[in-house]
């Protein structure tokens, strides 16, 4: 089958489902990611973000780290997948009853 222009093959229909499901699941974790975020800043005007990096040597990075504002950590998100050599994430850290907040410990390994 060939897309109306003639110039792009069509998808089966079972691979357009798939991926339209797999889109709609990173817009809805996006969409729940940026509402937790938006509740620690109207709750303490700032949020933490764990992040976690691996490159292709091997070597790994976890870290905490504050923003004050979600327009700064998409410019951080942003960067990183520019200039990543690998894979990495960052997760909205949890914040306890008691104000404190769930933060991984910042630390830096593997075999360089």
Known sequence: MVH??????SLPTNIII???NKQIMENEYHIRRENAILKCLLKNGFFWMNYSSRDCDGCYQERAIKFTDLEEFYKKEENDSEWADGPFSYSVAIQYPDGSFDLVDDHIGGSW
Request: charged share 20%; hydrophobic share 35%.
């Open 18 to 20: 798939q991926l339209n």
């Open 4 to 9: 109306r222009e003639g110039l792009i093959p």
